[in-house]
């Protein structure tokens, strides 16, 4: 079974540019996420999406973040413009769950964001 | 803000002995995961506890969960190399439909 796909892996942009992320989840799972993760530090969730529907954006960064997931599949983040403070690893995942309850996320490796 | 916090922040023993990371929480949960990240790489799922569960074994993965103290431990019993990496519980809150990361255990394992 194929992973969760994710690009690029590594981008580099000045501050005030803008960059795309794009996530493709594991085939049949409903529920996909965004998380963003500094440097040492844990993933935080930005986004979640239950099949096309948005569950939860309330750590969204609405000014400068935006995410869609057209026709239930694949997804695109996008951040316009970019701060210094965004620079971090972008983490998609993906869930065959669909209720109430979190179960087992599977990751992908993850897009790299330098702003400089 | 994240949910759980880990402990210790980093970790560094010898390969054959086993290690032991500590996880607090803060609000009633329905379950509790593991996941281990190497270096450079997304996060891989270790283990599952639910809330009404006390123990559970994963080859020699053991997850203990204490509820009425809001914590977790995670156990790797005979170290390997191979077992260095980060290590995070994630809490699914009562009431959320998705999982809040701690801040993550460094463990070292060296051969």
């Known amino acids: 079974e194929a992973g969760v796909a994710q690009s690029p892996r590594y981008k580099i942009i000045e501050k005030r540019q803008s960059v795309a992320f794009w996530c493709n989840p594991i085939s049949g799972h409903a529920t996909l996420y965004w998380y963003q993760q500094i440097l040492g530090q844990g993933p935080k969730l930005l986004i979640q999406f239950q099949n096309n529907g948005v569950v939860d954006d309330s750590q969204l960064p609405k000014d400068r973040f935006s995410a869609e997931r057209l026709k239930g599949v694949d997804s695109t983040l996008k951040i316009q413009p970019a701060k210094l403070e965004d620079s971090a690893v972008y983490l998609c995942?993906?869930?065959?769950?669909?209720?109430?309850?979190?179960?087992?996320?599977?990751f992908g490796e993850g897009s790299r964001l330098t702003v400089l | 803000s994240q949910q759980g916090e880990e402990d210790p922040q980093a970790l560094s023993i010898q390969e054959g002995e086993n290690a032991t990371m500590n996880c607090s929480y803060k609000t009633s949960i329905n379950n509790l995961q593991w996941y281990r990240q190497n270096s450079g790489r997304g996060l891989v799922h270790l283990i599952l506890i639910r809330s009404n569960e006390r123990e559970k074994h994963s080859g020699r993965l053991r997850v203990t969960l204490d509820t009425s103290k809001k914590s977790s431990s995670l156990l790797i019993t005979a170290s390997r190399a191979a077992d260095t990496a980060s290590y995070f519980c994630a809490t699914d809150q009562t009431g959320a439909n998705n999982l809040f990361f701690g801040t993550g255990t460094r463990l070292t394992v060296i051969p």
């Open positions: 995942a993906s869930s065959p769950v669909g209720s109430q309850v979190a179960g087992e996320l599977f």
